[in-house]
């Protein structure tokens, strides 16, 4: 009999929010993979408010022993963009009522943290970035060669071949820092891209959200409290009659890469000032991937998707 693959280690780096909230809790019920801790940075909300929730919801999972390390406060050449208060709540997660963190986060920066977990490890530790991407990008200023230690990457930001969502050039994760971005997009290491182009074709129905409230568990009673608020912004803004998955379709590909399908193609960020600001861009020709994209690795986007099987499988972890 064969003997079981190991589990994928992971770092998630994230801004609780709400769609963080679930990639996270769906990584925990997820036996492939081990979740090493979790970095914080700004985004959906303040990053001190961020690295609160964070601690909330490993404790609502009652997983204390998975450290959460503070990052980055703003982005690395811009002034911050603000929270997201009409999608997350002015708290993050939907103002639902929340008991105090337990415990203080890691002594360590969100930056060095991920250094120290990585070379203690190399070859082993895949990122799971799913906010902007600056506490991955300050890592690699300290480290250069940060990348070549790393399992590889899975990054919830982007739109290759589909309009943004926080303008209509840019993916909202990006826009709030794409000269980090740029830098992260350019690692030498394995990078697969969960961008718009899957994560807006990935639908939670109104219906399979009230269905949460059957199962019964701490972590299911979390999302119950929280996704109806991030549900009626989607339907105020003229969306579906559910949920885009976002941050949870990097859990989906990691566990299950046989429902997504993939272009490669090296990729740029716009760090210019004008309306494409945060756009990322791939090559699309061989023959021009030289210049601004010379030298770059191709980077796999996410370009299909079998959405209702991803939802199935989320929904299915949420119950275990």
Known sequence: MSTPAAPTRIIIDTDPGIDDAMAIIYALASPELEVVGLTT??????????????????????????PVAQGAGRPMAQPYRGPADYVHGVNGLADAPLPAPSRA?????????????????PGEITLVPV?????????????????????GMVIMGG?????????PAAEANIINDPEAADIVFGADCPIVMCGLDVTERT?????????????D??????AAAILPFYRDFHVSRGGP?????????CISYLIAPHLYGVQHHPVRVDCG????????????????????????RNVAILTEVDGPAAVALELERLAR
């Open 241 to 249: 009659d559910g949920i885009h998955v976002h941050d949870s379709t």
């Open 105 to 121: 986060p890691h002594p360590l920066d969100a930056a060095h943290f991920i250094i120290d977990q990585v070379l203690a490890a």
């Open 131 to 151: 906010g902007p991407l600056t506490n991955i990008a300050l890592a690699m200023l300290l480290r250069p060669d940060l990348p070549e230690h790393l399992a």
């Open 203 to 215: 639908v939670m129905t109104s219906a399979q959200i009230a269905s949460i409230n059957d199962i």
């Open 159 to 167: 739109n290759a071949f589909v309009p943004g969502n926080a303008s």
């Open 273 to 296: 000032q004008g309306v494409g600001r945060g756009k990322t861009w791939p090559s699309l020709r061989h023959s021009l991937a030289t210049g601004p994209w010379g030298n770059r």
């Open 41 to 66: 940075v700004f985004g959906n909300a303040h990053v001190d408010t961020c690295t609160d929730n964070a601690i909330r919801i490993l404790d609502i999972a009652g997983r204390h022993d998975i």
């Open 217 to 222: 568990n701490d972590r299911a009673r979390l």
